[in-house]
C-alpha cells in the first residue's frame, strides 16, 4: 500500500512537474517569438507584379491568373502521371522514349537478382 | 588421446543450453525485423549480435576481461554512450517546427504520461520502486533515456528494458495507426491544419538549445546530462560555424556509439537470467506504456482542437513521443489515407520534437523523484 501510495505521489508530481516546465518553455518559446520583427513565409505571387492583359482584353485579376497557373500545373502533373502521349520528350521508337510504366518494366526485367519483399 | 582433451573438444557441445537455444531463437527475431522488415536495423542488429555472441557456450566475449563486458563497463555502466548518442540525436534533429508552433511543446508532455502510468501498474505487479520506475521510463519511447535511468535504478532489467524500448520503437508504425483510428472520428482525422507560415530566426535557433539547458538543468538538475547533451549537439547544428563537429557527432560518433551500445546492451541478454517471467512482464509493460502514451496525446488534441474551434487535427497528439521522426511519418500517413491532400507533417515534426525534449524532461524528473527517495 505504501507502495502504491508512492506510486500516485511520483506520477502526480513527475507529470505535474514535466507539463510544468514545458509548459514555461512555451511561455518562454511565445515570448522569444513575440520579440522576433515578424518575418513572414513569402506569398507565392509577390504583390506589386503587374500583369497587363493583351490589347482588346478585360483585364485580369492577379489571383485569377494565380488560380490558372496552378490548374495548368496540375493538368500537366496530371498527364505526365498518366504517362500520355501528349507528355512525351523522346521520339517514339527511340530507346529513351518509354511511359513510366514501361520504363518500370524493363527495369525490372534488367535486373540480375530481386528482393523477396518487392 | 586423454579423456581431458576430448571434454575440451566438446566443451562447446556440451556446454549448450536450452537457455542459450532460445536466446539464439530470441536473436534470429531480432534479426529478422532488422533485416527483412528494416525495423530499426542499426540497434537491432549490435543488439542482436551481442546476444549471440554472449549465449555462445563458454562464451569469452562476456566475463572479466571480455571484449562485450569491457564495453559494456566502458559506457553502458557509467552512463556514457547514451549521453554521447543524445549529442548526435541533438545534431541531426531540426526543433524548426516546434519553435514556429510553441504550443506543440504541451503535447510532448501529454505524450510521457505512459510512463508514470506503467509505473502504477508495475508497483501493482509487485516489482519494487526503483524496477517499476525503470519499467515505466520505457514509455518514453526512447532508448537512450531508458538506458540511462534504468542503468541508474535497476541495472539487473537492463536488457529486458532496453529490447522493448527498441523495439517498440521500430515497431511505432504498426502499433500506433489502430490507436489513431480507434479515438479520432473521421471528421477529426480530416481536419486540415493551417501552417504557422513564421521563419524562425537563426537566433532563435541557436537560443533555445542554451535557454532549454539553462531551464531543464537549473530546475531539474538530474535531466542535465541528458537534456544538455541533446541541446549540445542542437547548439553544434544551429550554430552553422562548427560543420566538421556537427558532421561528426551526427555520423561517426553516433554511428560508433551505436554499434558499441547495441552490442553492450546485447551482451545483457543471457539466456538463463533473461528468460523469465519478469522479462514478458516488461514486454507487456512497455506496449502499454506505449499505448498510454499515444492515447494521452490524442486526447490532449483533441483537448486543443476543442480550444481552437476544431482547427487543430487530434492526430497530432500521437506524435507526442520521442521515436523521431517515425511517429511524425506514421501521422502525416494516417491522415493522408483519409484526406489525399492534407498535409500535417510540419506540425506532427514540431510534436515529435516536442516529445524529444520532454522524454529526457520526463527521464530527470523520474530519477530526481525515485533516485532522490531512495528508490
Known amino acids: ?118 | 588421446m586423454s579423456p581431458g582433451a576430448i571434454d575440451q573438444l566438446l566443451a562447446g557441445i556440451t556446454g549448450l543450453t536450452w537457455q542459450s537455444i532460445v536466446m539464439f531463437a530470441v536473436a534470429g527475431v531480432l534479426l529478422y525485423l532488422a533485416i527483412a522488415r528494416d525495423y530499426e536495423p542499426l540497434l537491432l542488429v549490435p543488439i542482436a549480435s551481442g546476444a549471440i555472441l554472449a549465449n555462445l557456450p563458454l562464451s569469452p566475449v562476456v566475463g572479466e576481461d571480455g571484449l562485450l563486458s569491457i564495453l559494456y563497463a566502458a559506457g553502458v555502466e557509467n552512463e556514457l554512450f547514451p549521453v554521447l548518442i543524445f549529442i548526435g540525436i541533438g545534431a541531426m534533429t531540426d526543433f524548426g517546427p516546434l519553435l514556429e508552433n510553441p504550443r506543440l511543446v504541451l503535447l510532448g508532455a501529454a505524450g510521457q504520461f505512459g510512463i508514470f502510468g506503467v509505473l502504477l501498474v508495475a508497483l501493482l505487479l509487485g516489482f519494487t520502486r526503483a524496477e517499476s520506475a525503470s519499467i515505466g521510463v520505457i514509455g518514453a519511447i526512447d532508448g537512450p533515456t531508458s538506458i540511462y535511468v534504468s542503468g541508474q535504478l535497476a541495472p539487473h532489467l537492463l536488457g529486458p528494458i532496453t529490447v522493448a524500448a527498441y523495439s517498440y520503437m521500430a515497431l511505432v508504425p504498426v502499433i500506433l495507426p489502430p490507436i489513431m483510428r480507434a479515438l479520432t472520428s473521421q471528421s477529426e482525422r480530416r481536419i486540415r491544419m493551417q501552417p504557422a507560415g513564421r521563419v524562425v530566426s537563426r537566433r532563435t535557433r541557436i537560443l533555445f538549445p542554451i535557454g532549454t539547458t539553462l531551464l531543464v538543468g537549473t530546475l531539474v538538475p538530474f535531466a542535465t546530462p541528458l537534456v544538455g547533451s541533446l541541446m549540445l549537439g542542437n547548439l553544434l547544428r544551429e550554430s552553422q560555424v562548427v560543420q566538421r563537429l556537427t558532421g561528426a557527432a551526427s555520423n561517426e560518433l553516433a554511428n560508433v556509439v551505436t554499434l558499441f551500445l547495441g552490442l553492450a546492451i546485447g551482451s545483457t541478454m543471457i539466456g538463463t537470467s533473461f528468460l523469465a517471467a519478469s522479462t514478458l512482464a516488461i514486454l507487456a509493460l512497455g506496449i502499454l506504456a506505449f499505448g498510454l502514451d499515444a492515447a494521452a496525446g490524442i486526447v490532449f488534441a483533441k483537448l486543443l482542437n476543442r480550444a481552437s474551434g476544431g482547427t487543430f487535427n487530434p492526430l497530432i497528439g500521437a506524435a507526442g513521443i520521442s521515436a523521431f521522426p517515425m511517429a511524425a511519418r506514421v501521422v502525416q500517413r494516417v491522415a493522408q489515407t483519409e484526406d489525399f491532400e492534407n498535409f500535417p507533417l510540419m506540425h506532427a515534426m514540431g510534436a515529435n520534437a516536442a516529445g524529444q525534449v520532454a522524454s529526457t524532461v520526463a527521464g530527470g524528473v523520474l530519477l530526481a523523484l525515485v533516485a532522490g527517495a531512495g528508490g
Open chain 1, 1 to 118: 500500500m505504501d507502495d502504491l501510495a508512492f506510486g500516485v505521489q511520483v506520477s502526480a508530481l513527475g507529470l505535474g512537474l514535466v507539463f510544468g516546465l514545458l509548459a514555461f518553455l512555451w511561455l518562454l518559446l511565445t515570448l522569444a517569438s513575440r520579440l522576433e520583427p515578424r518575418q513572414r513565409v513569402a506569398e507565392v505571387a509577390p504583390a506589386g507584379i503587374e500583369i497587363r492583359a493583351a490589347d482588346g482584353e478585360a483585364e485580369i485579376e492577379p489571383t485569377l491568373v494565380a488560380a490558372i497557373a496552378v490548374a495548368v500545373s496540375q493538368h500537366v502533373e496530371l498527364r505526365r502521371r498518366q504517362a500520355a502521349p501528349a507528355m512525351r520528350t523522346y521520339w517514339p521508337g527511340s530507346l529513351m522514349f518509354a511511359s513510366r510504366w514501361v520504363a518500370a518494366g524493363r527495369m525490372r526485367q534488367s535486373q540480375s537478382w530481386r528482393r523477396r519483399r518487392s
